[in-house]
């Protein structure tokens, strides 16, 4: 049984940085790629970073040079590191972990840590 377990969602003021992390358990961490997702009320959910299990890192427009993913396998655990946060940036972030095995995906995902940035 694979559980992600998200924290370090809370309220800040625009401008301002967040730590989340997202704790895995089970043996699939190292095997994954992970990745941080969010949504928005009223908005489809939407992919804002991501990292590889070679740990080779892609970003959405909108969160780039601003948000840094980072893993620590020893750990089995995924960072996302926010900084000059934006009102806009207001969501729930879920952690999701990607496996491929003998030709097919799996997805698993967290239960989501909200994120609210005031203006």
């Known amino acids: 049984q694979v559980q992600l377990v998200e924290s370090g969602g809370g309220l800040v003021q625009a401008g301002g940085s967040l730590r989340l992390s997202c704790a895995a358990s089970g043996s699939i961490f190292s095997n994954s790629a992970m990745g941080w997702y969010r949504q928005a009320p009223g908005k489809e959910r939407e992919l804002v970073a991501r990292i590889t299990k070679d740990s080779t890192t892609n970003y959405a427009d909108s969160v780039t040079g601003r948000f840094t993913v980072s893993r620590d396998n020893a750990k089995n655990t995924v960072y996302l590191r926010m900084n000059s946060l934006k009102p806009e940036d207001t969501a729930v972030y879920y952690c999701?972990?990607?496996?491929?095995?003998?030709?097919?995906?799996?997805?698993?995902w967290g239960q989501g840590t909200q994120v609210t940035v005031s203006s």
């Open positions: 999701n972990a990607q496996l491929w095995r003998f030709g097919l995906r799996y997805d698993y």
